[in-house]
C-alpha cells in the first residue's frame, strides 16, 4: 500500500452543458480541464467527447455552468452520477426526489433543482462547493428557484457579461468557450499563486505556529507535518493544520468544519481550501 499523502486535484469540475440548437437537450459531465472537455463534445479535438454530445443535430454545445471545489477526483465523479442518476442516487431523499424514473426527460429547472438537492447533502455541503454561471437564462432559472427547495447555497457566481451580453452568448459557443478558458485560466492562476506563496514562507526561515508554538520545520521534516496559512495577503498567521482545526470546532457540533475566522486577522477561511493548501504544499514537498 503507498503511504503517498492524497493529493487535492487543482481543479475539478462537474458540468451541465446545453445543445444551442436543440435546448431540450442536456449532458451532465466532470473534467479537470472544462475547456479542453467543452473542445471535445464539440467535436474541436478530434478524440474524446461522450457519446451523447456526438448525435447529429445537438453541436455545438454551451457549458452553462459548474460546480467546483472538490477535495478529490473521486468526490467530483460522486456528484456527477448522482447528479445523472437523480431519480435513484443515494444523495437525494426519496421524498424530495423530483424525478423519479429513468427516462423522464425534464428541462432546466429540473436539472437545477435537482443540483440544490446535491450541494444541500451533508458529504457534499462541507466542501464548500462553488458554483460557476456561464449563461443568463440559465442564471435566472437558477434564481428563481422553481420547486422552492429550502437551502443556503455555496458561492454562487456568474460571468458579469452574461447580464450585459445577452444577444450574443445565447447563440456564439466561441464566446461561451472564451468565457470558461477567461475564468479557468484565472482560477489556476491564483492557486498557483498562494501555492507558491507557501512554499515561499516555508523554505526560508524558522517559523512557529501562532496557536502551539510549535517549531515548524519544513527543510528537515520530510513532509509529516501539515500547516496552514491565511490567505489574506497582508495576514502572517501560521499553525499547525490540526491546531486550526481544534480552533474552529471548539464551540461547535461539527466533526468537519465548514470554515472558521483566522485567528489573527479574523476572515473568515473555508475549511475545504485550508486542507486543499496544506496537502497539496505537503505533496510537493515529498515529490521532491
Request: charged share 25%; net charge positive; aromatic share 12%.
Amino acid at each position: 500500500m503507498s503511504n503517498k499523502p492524497h493529493c487535492v486535484p487543482d481543479f475539478y469540475c462537474c458540468y451541465l452543458l446545453r445543445s444551442i440548437p436543440k435546448p431540450n437537450s442536456f449532458y451532465i459531465g466532470s473534467s479537470p480541464d472544462p475547456v479542453r472537455r467543452l473542445r471535445q463534445h464539440n467535436g474541436a479535438v478530434r478524440r474524446g467527447g461522450a457519446f451523447r454530445t456526438k448525435r447529429t443535430g445537438t453541436r455545438p454545445w454551451k457549458m452553462v455552468c459548474f460546480v467546483y471545489g472538490f477535495t478529490s477526483k473521486i468526490a467530483a465523479l460522486q456528484f456527477e452520477h448522482a447528479w445523472q442518476h437523480s431519480y435513484k442516487t443515494r444523495f437525494i431523499e426519496t421524498d424530495d426526489r423530483l424525478v423519479t424514473k429513468k427516462n423522464t426527460r425534464n428541462g432546466i429547472a429540473t436539472k437545477l433543482g435537482n443540483l440544490r438537492l446535491l450541494l444541500r447533502h451533508p458529504y457534499f455541503d462541507t466542501m464548500n462547493l462553488h458554483i460557476r454561471f456561464f449563461d443568463r437564462l440559465v442564471w435566472e432559472s437558477w434564481e428563481t428557484n422553481k420547486f422552492k427547495i429550502d437551502f443556503k447555497v455555496p458561492a454562487c457566481e456568474v460571468d458579469e457579461a452574461v447580464l450585459t451580453d445577452e444577444s450574443q452568448l445565447d447563440d456564439l459557443n466561441e464566446l461561451n468557450l472564451e468565457r470558461i478558458r477567461a475564468f479557468y485560466d484565472d482560477h489556476i492562476s491564483y492557486e498557483s499563486s498562494i501555492f507558491q506563496r507557501y512554499q515561499d514562507e516555508l523554505t526560508y526561515g524558522e517559523k512557529h505556529c501562532m496557536l502551539c508554538d510549535k517549531k515548524i520545520d519544513y527543510i528537515h521534516d520530510e513532509g509529516t507535518q501539515m500547516v496552514t496559512f491565511c490567505s489574506e495577503d497582508e495576514c502572517n498567521f501560521i499553525s499547525c493544520l490540526s491546531c486550526l482545526y481544534k480552533q474552529f470546532t471548539k464551540n461547535s457540533m461539527e466533526i468537519i468544519p465548514k470554515a472558521g475566522h483566522c485567528p489573527s486577522c479574523h476572515r473568515l477561511l473555508e475549511w475545504s481550501r485550508l486542507v486543499k493548501y496544506s496537502t497539496t504544499i505537503r505533496q510537493n514537498l515529498v515529490d521532491k
